[in-house]
C-alpha cells in the first residue's frame, strides 16, 4: 500500500470526522471546547496508533473465532492507559473529558480500523495508517471545537449539541466544496494540458 495513499486517506479523502462520519459522539459531545477538543483528540491518536500496532503484531496468532474480543480487550487496555496519563497528567482535563475519555474503548473508528487495516497488513503500514486516520479525527476535533468556543461567546446555542450538528455540517460542507474544487481544477488542468500536446503535435506534423 503506498504511503502517500494512507496519508491523504486519514488526513481528507477518508477523513473519519468529515468523510467516513466515525466517532460522531464524542466528536459532537465533548467538542464544546478547544482544551476538551485537544485532551480527547491526543487521547484517541495514543489508542488508535498503539492498538493498530499491536494488532499487526499478533494477527497470526489470533483465531478468527475470538479475533473481535481480542482486538476489543487490547484497545480497552490501551484506553485504561491514556485515561490514567491524562488523569496524573492533567486532572482538570481529566475531570472535564469524564465518560467520554474511557469510552473510546467503543469508539468505532478504532475497531474499524483494526479489523479493515490492522489485522492484514505490517506493522508499520498498520501504525502509519493508525497515525493517519488519528491525526484525520484529532484534526476535526480541533477545528469543531474552536469554532463553537468562538461562536459560543456570541451564539450560546454553538456550545449546545444543536450548535454541534450544525457546525459539524458546515465543516463537511466545506470540506466536500474544497474537495470538488481540486477535483475540477485537476480536471482542467489535465485538458489544458492535453490540448496543448495536441496543438505541440499538430504544429510539429505542419
Known sequence: MNYKTILLNGLWSQN???????????????????????????????????????????????????????????????????????????????????????????????????EALARRESVWISTLDGAAQGVGFFLVLIALGGLRELLSSTLILAALPPGAFISLGLLVALHRALTEWVKNRHQTTNQNDHTERRVRTTGDIL
Open 16 to 114: 473519519p470526522g468529515l468523510v467516513q462520519l466515525l466517532g460522531l459522539c464524542p466528536l459532537l459531545a465533548i467538542s464544546n471546547t478547544l482544551e476538551n477538543a485537544v485532551g480527547l483528540g491526543l487521547a484517541t491518536i495514543f489508542v488508535l496508533i498503539l492498538s493498530n500496532a499491536s494488532i499487526s503484531l499478533i494477527r497470526s496468532l489470533v483465531p478468527d473465532a475470538i479475533r473481535l474480543p481480542v482486538f476489543v480487550l487490547i484497545i480497552a487496555a490501551l484506553t485504561t492507559c491514556a485515561e490514567l496519563l491524562v488523569q496524573a497528567l492533567h486532572y482538570p482535563l481529566y475531570q472535564s473529558l469524564g465518560i467520554f475519555l474511557p469510552l473510546i474503548v467503543t469508539n468505532c473508528l478504532i475497531l474499524s480500523r483494526a
